[in-house]
């Protein structure tokens, strides 16, 4: 069996993920929940939303540490590739000098 893997496409997409990770970071759920919050004092929408906003937040720190370990696994799988890729060409470039890696 023969397949592909372009690395430099994997590594885009770990840097994709970084991005939306960025985006995440920019989202204030508790800050923008706030004005709904004092337009309607007291009561259970005022009480609600902080806990709507703290599981929100809650949510999106677990989602952060997806992306971030998805990213980091994507792109230490391009790294292996290119390793697997550098090992295999070394190895084949000895071969045809006749050099087996042994001392003679």
Same mark, same amino acid.
């Given at each position: 069996? +023969?397949?592909?893997?372009?690395?430099?496409?994997?590594?885009?997409?770990?840097?994709?993920?970084?991005?939306?990770?960025?985006? /995440?970071?920019?989202?204030?759920?508790?800050?923008? /929940?706030?004005?709904?919050?004092?337009?309607?004092?007291?009561?259970?929408?005022?009480?609600? /939303?902080?806990?709507?906003?703290?599981?929100?937040?809650?949510?999106?720190?677990?989602?952060?540490?997806?992306?971030?370990?998805?990213?980091?696994?994507?792109?230490?799988?391009?790294?292996?590739?290119?390793?697997?890729?550098?090992?295999?060409?070394?190895?084949?470039?000895?071969? +045809?000098?006749?050099?087996?890696?042994?001392?003679?």
């Amino acid at each position: 069996m +023969r397949f592909e893997v372009d690395t430099r496409t994997l590594r885009e997409s770990a840097m994709t993920v970084e991005e939306v990770m960025a985006q /995440l970071e920019g989202l204030g759920i508790a800050d923008d /929940l706030r004005p709904v919050a004092v337009a309607v004092p007291g009561g259970r929408t005022a009480w609600g /939303l902080h806990h709507v906003a703290t599981a929100w937040q809650a949510q999106l720190a677990g989602t952060r540490w997806q992306l971030r370990e998805l990213g980091r696994s994507v792109w230490a799988c391009a790294d292996a590739y290119d390793a697997v890729d550098r090992a295999v060409r070394d190895s084949l470039a000895r071969a +045809r000098r006749g050099d087996d890696g042994s001392s003679r």
